[in-house]
Structures are given as C-alpha cells and as structure tokens.
C-alpha cells in the first residue's frame, strides 16, 4: 500500500489553498476491516487526506526547503460518514504561515454537503543534520506532487503556472 | 484600543481552543503548562491564534525564548546561569521571573508562563485603553 490519501489536486494556489479529491473504492481494503460489515472510509485516513493536502500547501509555500510535520489538530468534526462510491473534496486553505510552521483550515465536502471540517498545525521541523534530512528529500515530494498532477493545475501566488521548485533539476541532473 | 478585560477575553477564547480546556479554568494566575496542560506544540497553535486575534506578530523566541533555554552560554548544569537570567528578563519584560530567578532550573521555566503573563505580553504590542 502506498501511503498517498488523496487521488489528484484540482486546484492549487500557491500560499493560499488547495483542493484535491480523494475517490472512494469499494475495492479498498480498508473499509472493509474498519466496521466489518459497515464499509466506511475511517475518519483517521480523511485526516491523513486532508493533512497531505493541506502538507503540500504548506511546503510549496517555502520551495520544500522546510520539512514539514503535521504537529496538531486542534479540531476536527464529522458530520457523516464517507461511503463508497463518494468522492471526497479537499479543500485546505493556509491561514497563516511563519518561521514555526503553519496553521490550515480544511474541510471535505460530498457534492455540496460538507463532510468534515478541522484545523491543521503544521510545525517545521529544525534540521538535525541526519535522518530527517533523508526523510524530507524535496525530491520526494516534488515526486509526490508530480503524480497528484500539482503541476497541472497549479497557480504561484502572482497567478502564473506554478513551476517545479528551482533546485529540483540540479538535484535530478546530480543523480546521473 | 482593547481593554484589559477585552484582551484576556481574547486570550480565553484562544486557549480554550487551542487546548481544549473550560473556559473557568483559563484565571489570570494559571500556568499554561501547569494548570492548562499545554505541550510544547501547542505553543505554536497558541501562538497562531494571538496573531490572528490580535493582528500582531510574535517572533520565533519572544514568548517562548527556547534559544536562550538552550544555548551554554545561558545553562550550566541544567540551571540558567546569572546572564542568561539577564537575557530572560531583557526578552520577557512581561512576565515575573523573580519565583523562577530563586531556583533557576531549566525544567522548571515551562511552568513559569501564566495567563496574566500573556495578557501582559498582548498589551506590550497593542497597548490597553
């Protein structure tokens, strides 16, 4: 199982928000073992959903140079639950971004129902020079975002295309 | 410009939602570590919400001075040492450190923030009618 809770990005502007859709598949092993019986896609992974759509804001926000964390939810509400053959709309709005970290508003919406709503802190994490280095490679999420289609529907905060971060090539082209 | 009250109103909502505790417990004289249970990461989402409430900036280290709490220069022995007491007081005229300055033990200055402190330190950046 890859660990990618959300399916694609649909709209991303840069330092501001974020949406992303996250298909509901019976096929998904999941569901099937969270009630038994009662498939449901469980709260914790529309948590991870959100946090990765509201995570890739955050990051961008600052070129990956920071490695992000999800550090605390402060609220989180669920009004129903998801089912499959429901598509999930997330919808991450940065709040506010400083030195620390960041804090994010994201909701999930079914159709025009909202679904869930919760804060996200997301705390940057102070270089300790080894394994985190290596755990936070940009290129990684640089990856991920490609995959999710950032790139694509992506807007920089001055309303141009977004590109992918500088430093990324150089990194490709040392890998050769 | 905000009343006192208005500020520690402010301040009440903030923590009570950012730590989840009742509002009659947030009192001028609780200790956020103490009495209101905050973790060092909620000092970030507390930090989030004074900017927000307030419309003010609060640098990295002005509230919550970690570099001087681990800097040598400032802790010898797990205790601040005489400047680096100095270097507290200069960063945190808002909050009473002479309890603290009594038995400097780095351990124990998370426990040292109050409530009141934090009505002090919004109204060192906006001022109070």
Same mark, same amino acid.
């Given at each position: 199982m890859r660990w990618i809770w959300i399916d694609k990005f649909i709209e991303f502007d840069s330092r501001k928000q974020a949406k992303a859709i996250k298909n509901i598949s019976l096929a998904e092993e999941h569901l099937h073992d969270h009630f038994p019986g009662f498939p449901v896609m469980p709260n914790s992974l529309i948590t991870e959903g959100l946090a990765q759509t509201g995570g890739l804001l955050v990051g961008e926000a600052n070129n990956f140079e920071e490695k992000v964390? !999800?550090?605390?939810?402060p609220k989180a509400v669920f009004h129903f639950p998801a089912v499959p053959g429901d598509t999930l709309l997330y919808t991450a709005t940065l709040l506010d971004l400083n030195d620390n970290g960041a804090m994010v508003s994201a909701t999930s919406h079914v159709g025009d129902r909202l679904q869930a709503e919760m804060e996200i802190v997301f705390a940057h994490l102070a270089d300790d020079g080894g394994r985190s280095r290596n755990l936070f490679e940009p290129k990684n999420f640089v990856f991920t975002m490609k995959l999710l289609g950032v790139f694509d529907v992506g807007r920089s905060s001055d309303g141009s295309k977004l590109k992918e971060p500088p430093g990324l090539a150089k990194m490709r082209d040392g890998e050769k | 410009m905000p009343s006192k009250q208005e500020i520690f109103e402010k301040i009440k909502t903030s923590l009570v939602d950012a730590l *989840?505790?009742?509002?009659?417990?947030?009192?001028?004289?609780?200790?956020?570590? @103490?009495?209101?249970?905050?973790?060092?990461?909620d000092f970030l989402d507390i930090v989030f919400r004074l900017e927000k409430a307030f419309n003010i900036k609060v640098p990295? @280290?002005? !509230?919550?001075?970690e570099d001087i709490l681990t800097n040598p220069d400032y802790v010898k022995d797990g205790k601040v040492t005489p400047e680096g007491l100095v270097q507290l007081r200069k960063r945190m005229p808002?909050?009473?450190l002479d309890p603290f300055a009594a038995n400097p033990n780095v351990k124990d200055? *998370?426990? !040292?923030?109050t409530v009141e402190d934090m009505v002090r330190y919004v109204v060192s950046k906006v001022g109070a009618s």
């Amino acid at each position: 199982m890859r660990w990618i809770w959300i399916d694609k990005f649909i709209e991303f502007d840069s330092r501001k928000q974020a949406k992303a859709i996250k298909n509901i598949s019976l096929a998904e092993e999941h569901l099937h073992d969270h009630f038994p019986g009662f498939p449901v896609m469980p709260n914790s992974l529309i948590t991870e959903g959100l946090a990765q759509t509201g995570g890739l804001l955050v990051g961008e926000a600052n070129n990956f140079e920071e490695k992000v964390i !999800l550090a605390k939810i402060p609220k989180a509400v669920f009004h129903f639950p998801a089912v499959p053959g429901d598509t999930l709309l997330y919808t991450a709005t940065l709040l506010d971004l400083n030195d620390n970290g960041a804090m994010v508003s994201a909701t999930s919406h079914v159709g025009d129902r909202l679904q869930a709503e919760m804060e996200i802190v997301f705390a940057h994490l102070a270089d300790d020079g080894g394994r985190s280095r290596n755990l936070f490679e940009p290129k990684n999420f640089v990856f991920t975002m490609k995959l999710l289609g950032v790139f694509d529907v992506g807007r920089s905060s001055d309303g141009s295309k977004l590109k992918e971060p500088p430093g990324l090539a150089k990194m490709r082209d040392g890998e050769k | 410009m905000p009343s006192k009250q208005e500020i520690f109103e402010k301040i009440k909502t903030s923590l009570v939602d950012a730590l *989840g505790v009742d509002e009659d417990e947030v009192k001028p004289e609780a200790t956020l570590v @103490g009495d209101l249970g905050a973790e060092s990461i909620d000092f970030l989402d507390i930090v989030f919400r004074l900017e927000k409430a307030f419309n003010i900036k609060v640098p990295r @280290g002005e !509230l919550f001075p970690e570099d001087i709490l681990t800097n040598p220069d400032y802790v010898k022995d797990g205790k601040v040492t005489p400047e680096g007491l100095v270097q507290l007081r200069k960063r945190m005229p808002f909050a009473n450190l002479d309890p603290f300055a009594a038995n400097p033990n780095v351990k124990d200055f *998370g426990n !040292l923030l109050t409530v009141e402190d934090m009505v002090r330190y919004v109204v060192s950046k906006v001022g109070a009618s």
